[in-house]
């Protein structure tokens, strides 16, 4: 019988890492014997509900003060499993213990970010005896999966280990526009976690720039985090921007369809799924020209990056007054969301990879 455990610390709120490991284990379901995702937090009902249906999800329930505990428990659980696939820290450090008492297993790491100890924002005390210790790891790892090009540059560049990239996907059947339910409103739309690194702040920026200009303007912002607050503040002189906090799919996806403009503010992601998303529902799309956006484009007449805030502001104002450039956008981004980040690419790459 072969067996697959996949293995990250937090099911409990909607980061798309985890979407994208849910993603992977209900496809894998259905080729192996025997997934199980295990978990040191689950919560089902409020992190992607319809995709940990049907899964076999084991919830280790550890707190801070028993950590040695589940993480003894775990490396024995996973004694007789053939592949593990490891997320985010500090699952990483579990299979490397469980690949030394089981020497048979193969595991892979999957990164969807920086490596965590290499961020700028993780600079205190113990982050150097993690990186010692998680460089030491590193060698017993069979196979390092990245979510872009990008990631795969920081892997050599602090691991000097290759790895294979598996792009994250998106439901291009979920996120199509039937162009006849919802009429676009004058809107502009962004969502992502309100965190100092998402950069939130430049969309509100740009709703103030140009909300004179296009009486009626709206901005609508989904999601919560610990920026929310001082946001609200920047946002409490304009009546017409809109904090969504408790909205479902089937909302996300209307309010894309509605929207005229979507913009993506973020300065850290290692790969846009919501531009992705934005993509397939047919949207004229604003974003800053990071890493990750760039390794989207392949012809730079049909996007608007900018790489400052005030082009970030220029490219919203030509898109919103014209019609004709957001139509242009419109006639081939579906086409390439689904041939490069649809879900059956990304199992085909699976199934390639395990």
Known sequence: MSKIAIL????????????????????????WDEVTFYTLDLNRNNCFPELSQGLSIKNLNAKWF??????????FLLRKTDIVLAGNSPMHFVWVLAKIIHPSMKVAWFLQNI??????????????????????????????????????????????KESEI?????????????????????????YSRLSKWKNVELAIKTYAELQKRYPGLKLLIWWDWEEKERLEELA?????????WEINQEEVKS????????????TIDAFG???????????SIVSLACWWAMELIWNWDNWYLARSEEEFIQYADELLSDPEKRQKMWEIWRKWAIEHFSLSSMYDRVDDLF
């Not at 439901?171 to 409103?185: G, I, R």
């Not at 002189?237 to 904090?243: C, E, L, S, V």
């Open 8 to 31: 990250h610390p937090h099911i409990t709120i909607k980061w798309w890492a985890v979407k994208t490991l849910l993603e992977i284990a209900g496809h894998l379901k259905n080729v």
């Open 66 to 75: 028993n950590k040695i505990i589940w993480l003894i428990k775990l490396v």
């Open 115 to 160: 490596p965590v100890y290499y961020m700028d924002q993780n600079k205190w005390i113990f982050t150097s005896i993690k990186k010692f210790f998680e460089k030491i790891i590193i060698r017993y790892v069979d196979l390092i999966l990245v979510n872009s090009s990008f990631i795969q540059d920081e892997v050599k560049k602090n691991f000097g």
């Open 166 to 190: 598996l792009y994250p996907s998106i439901d291009v059947d979920f996120f199509s526009n039937d162009h006849q339910s919802l009429e676009e409103n004058n809107t502009l739309f962004t």
């Open 236 to 244: 409490q002189f304009f009546p017409d921007i809109q904090f969504l």
């Open 255 to 266: 309010y894309l369809q509605r929207c005229t403009v979507f913009l993506f503010t973020s």
């Open 273 to 283: 799924l919501t531009i992705l998303e934005a993509m397939s529902m047919e949207k």
